[in-house]
């Protein structure tokens, strides 16, 4: 297996002008007829496949598997990793196509093109085996475009399980028992701060106030599918979203986050829950690798330090969405040999190379007839969560918008806006890039 790195990073301003793209654009298309019912043959000797870099080690080991099963070379090109969407849609829009794609199975995805550009795989074998989530993600129109096979990422709440039991407090369920654990180690552990922010690295402000706040909406009503059908606003009367941003300003304003949340990164969040300088930091559940770093690479001190909770507005519920790490997408390149040899791979890596990726990563299978791994402490708790109650991450389709929440969110954090204007602003990012993008009814 041969690895690259894609030569320059692109402005991100690309992406996003690429991400409101009109998806009827024209694309490349191949006149082949190549099978996409699960019978497709390795015909090429070689493949192309752009990745994201921050790819686990049982994503890629899932490539040379392949390679040693087949005999095919595989050629990893690694975008950059400053510039992932962005540069994957500018190389896109000027017509470069890999043979297999690893992207986002949320609508960032629908700025690619698929129906033009990509392989329907609706009728491969594994599109029954995980239902339940392409009929969420990794489809548009009806049609699935993507073979997901990594567990999806959760997002709630890391804690330190040592903290919480020091001080008598349980797992929060919430956000009046986040508001609880807050006044309590004020009161107790001055010292400790309660949820860390880490407005530095930007992404991470959007879990509190949105993808955890708002899953009670998506579980409830799917708040998001009303925002794209006109039902709802953003900015609407007794808007769960305004709610949530005025929750989240609270525990600012009442001293719940570090003091330097306008700049924090995440990664010192992770080494303070990790130390117990900090009770707690939202972030998705594929960063528990990186806890266990902080704490020695010893997976039994880390199942023992850190535990993970889903407050949600009105009770536990976990919001998830697909990770870009193993999701992957057969474009049209107008060579049959090497779509059909990227189709027979989509088949073998969710078929008998499912599996062993399985056993690697240590994830929950979403593919029906693999066997769970045997996993204890934060991963079977995680498993639990999917399991128990979840919501698809309200922001994931939400098209404009969610490449914005976390400039708004910066903002919000800073003091420059209020939840309101922040509200109002998702609200034309929305109907802007919807109507750019065709939506129906848009």
Same mark, same amino acid.
């Given at each position: 297996m ?9 402005a ?10 009109n998806?009827?654009?024209s694309? /490349?298309e ?17 493949l /192309? ?7 686990p080690?049982?994503?890629?080991n899932?490539?040379?598997r392949?390679e040693?099963?087949?005999g095919?070379? =595989?050629e ?10 962005s ?7 000027s017509?470069e ?7 986002h199975a ?13 392989y @329907? ?11 339940? =989530?392409l009929?969420?993600?990794g489809?548009?129109?009806g049609?699935?475009y993507?073979? $997901? ?7 709630g709440?890391f804690?330190?399980?040592? +903290?919480f039991?020091?001080y008598?407090l349980d797992? *929060?369920e ?6 609880s654990?807050c006044? /309590? ?5 001055p010292?400790?701060?309660? $949820?860390w922010?880490?407005g ?9 106030p949105?993808?955890?706040y ?9 708040w998001?599918?009303q925002v794209? @059908?006109q039902?709802?606003t953003f900015d609407?009367a ?5 709610d949530?941003?005025t ?5 600012q304003?009442e001293?719940?986050?570090?003091s ?9 969040? $992770?080494?303070? +829950? ?6 707690m ?7 528990i ?6 704490l ?5 001190? /880390?199942?023992e330090?850190?535990?993970?909770? &889903?407050?949600?507005?009105g009770?536990a519920v976990?919001?998830?969405a697909p990770?870009?790490?193993g999701?992957? &997408? ?18 073998w890596a ?11 990563s240590?994830?929950? *299978? ?5 066997d769970?791994?045997d ?9 639990d969560? &999917? ?7 309200f922001?994931?389709?939400?098209v404009?918008f969610?490449?914005?929440f976390p400039?708004?969110m910066t903002g ?5 806006e209020?939840?309101?204007s922040?509200?109002e602003?998702?609200q034309t990012?929305?109907?802007q ?10």
């Amino acid at each position: 297996m041969k690895r690259f790195i894609a030569a320059s990073a692109v402005a991100a301003v690309a992406g996003l002008a690429a991400a409101c793209s009109n998806p009827g654009a024209s694309g /490349t298309e191949s006149s082949s007829d190549v099978p996409t019912d699960g019978t497709a043959e390795i015909q090429a000797q070689e493949l /192309t496949v752009w990745v994201n870099p921050a790819d686990p080690d049982a994503v890629m080991n899932v490539w040379t598997r392949f390679e040693e099963e087949t005999g095919v070379s =595989v050629e990893i090109i690694e975008m950059p990793a400053d510039a992932f969407e962005s540069g994957v849609q500018t190389r896109w829009t000027s017509g470069e196509r890999p043979d297999i794609l690893e992207y986002h199975a949320t609508s960032l995805f629908w700025a690619l093109n698929p129906e033009q550009n990509m392989y @329907d795989l609706s009728n491969m074998p594994f599109v029954e085996r995980e239902r339940e =989530v392409l009929d969420a993600a990794g489809s548009l129109n009806g049609k699935v475009y993507a073979a $997901i096979t990594d567990s999806p990422s959760l997002f709630g709440i890391f804690y330190n399980k040592k +903290v919480f039991e020091e001080y008598g407090l349980d797992v *929060p369920e919430t956000f009046d028992d986040l508001s609880s654990i807050c006044s /309590t180690l004020q009161d107790e552990a001055p010292d400790v701060t309660p $949820i860390w922010e880490s407005g530095g690295s930007g992404w991470s402000t959007q879990i509190v106030p949105g993808l955890m706040y708002m899953s009670t909406a998506q579980q409830d009503g799917n708040w998001a599918q009303q925002v794209l @059908d006109q039902e709802t606003t953003f900015d609407g009367a007794d808007s769960p979203f305004v709610d949530g941003l005025t929750r989240y300003k609270d525990f600012q304003d009442e001293g719940c986050f570090n003091s330097d949340a306008v700049t924090a990164q995440f990664e010192d969040g $992770i080494a303070a +829950v990790s130390g117990g300088d900090a009770a707690m930091i939202a972030l998705p559940t594929g960063l528990i690798d990186q806890f266990q770093a902080r704490l020695d690479d010893d997976l039994e001190l /880390t199942n023992e330090t850190i535990g993970f909770a &889903y407050p949600s507005a009105g009770g536990a519920v976990s919001a998830w969405a697909p990770n870009v790490a193993g999701t992957w &997408y057969v474009p049209r390149t107008g060579d049959p040999e090497r779509e059909s040899t990227a189709l027979a791979f989509i088949q073998w890596a969710t078929e008998e190379g499912y599996q062993d990726f399985v056993d690697e990563s240590g994830s929950f *299978p979403i593919l029906e007839g693999a066997d769970a791994p045997d996993v204890s402490g934060f991963r079977a708790e995680v498993a639990d969560a &999917y399991e128990e109650s979840t919501a698809y991450a309200f922001n994931s389709n939400l098209v404009g918008f969610n490449v914005e929440f976390p400039n708004y969110m910066t903002g919000l954090l800073s003091g420059a806006e209020t939840p309101q204007s922040v509200a109002e602003q998702s609200q034309t990012a929305f109907e802007q890039a919807a109507r750019a993008a065709g939506l129906p009814g848009w």
